[in-house]
């Protein structure tokens, strides 16, 4: 019984579509994520990387298709629904509250009331800080003070800050659209540390990037979109030239043979 359960994908999508008016986005996608598992995905610009995740994650309703968390059929209307089943996104922009410090930032959307005051509740500060306190240690993430106001942050910590908040409340799904994308090689570095972090601490990752060799050092196995079609699923090995090279002709459509190379999962 136990067993089956761990074999069971912790994410399934089937058949995705999704349509914006004439344009076909996705042309049915099928996706499983396995648990302890960091999924690559890539895909050349407009292929639909970040609509399937958008679905995923609840922020887009697919036009068809099922979502499946760890075997039960779910229907997301909003991202909160999919935050209830413990799928969370990072966002490209990291969409973090400038005005605030970290722990503020880290417990946004979900403060944590120490009493009711009439209709105001009033924060319990000392609880939030001390928890963001110790996820920031958990993670191995350096930032000076939780009281810092993240508009005083670098790229990579605000990046970090943003994954943290993500990682709070005992997420399955981390989905990251492009974390290493504005950050400099030593602030790359940290993330993909903190991926591994994650995925250590029990948390499956999706990570979509358009760095090969970032992807080649933390994910398990890659997926690649091209035209809103997967045309590649794939575990991540061997050597990187020739990695590269096989996963930019499924990218550019020089080779179209996934079905009969290698069945889905
Ligand atoms: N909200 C939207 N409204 C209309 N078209 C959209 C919307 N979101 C994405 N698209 C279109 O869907 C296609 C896939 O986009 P996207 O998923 O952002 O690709 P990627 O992340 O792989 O670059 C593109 O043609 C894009 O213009
Ligand atoms: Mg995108």
Do not use: W
Request: glycine share 8%; with cysteine.
């Amino acid at each position: 019984m136990e067993r089956s359960a761990e074999r069971t994908p912790v994410v399934e999508l089937r058949d995705i579509k999704k349509y914006f008016g004439a344009v076909r986005a996705l042309r049915g996608v099928d996706l499983a994520l396995n648990r302890h598992e960091v999924l690559g995905l890539m895909g050349d610009n407009a292929a639909g990387k970040s609509t399937l995740m958008k679905v995923l994650s609840g922020a887009y309703i697919p036009s068809e298709g099922g979502i499946f968390i760890e075997g039960q059929e779910v229907h997301f209307a909003s991202p909160m629904d999919a935050r209830r089943m413990g799928i969370e996104m990072v966002y490209q922009d990291y969409a973090l509250a400038n005005n605030l410090d970290v722990a503020g930032n880290v417990f946004m959307g979900r403060e944590v009331v120490r009493f009711k005051l009439g209709p105001f509740g009033v924060m319990d500060y000392p609880h939030m800080e001390k928890e963001t306190k110790n996820l920031i240690n958990r993670l191995k993430i350096d930032i000076p003070s939780v009281r810092q106001k993240v508009e005083r942050l670098s790229g990579g910590q605000r990046q970090a800050v943003a994954i943290a908040r993500a990682t709070a409340f005992d997420a399955k799904v981390i989905i990251m659209d492009e974390p290493t994308a504005a950050l400099s090689v030593a602030a790359i570095d940290k993330v993909l540390d903190l991926i591994n972090q994650l995925r250590e601490h029990g948390s499956s990752v999706i990570i979509i990037s358009h760095r090969l060799e970032d992807i080649f050092r933390v994910a398990d196995r890659m997926i690649v979109l091209r035209q809103g079609r997967k045309v590649c699923d794939t575990p991540v090995s061997g050597d990187i030239q020739d990695f590269r090279e096989r996963v930019v002709a499924y990218m550019i459509g020089a080779r179209n043979d996934f079905a009969e190379a290698s069945p889905v999962l």
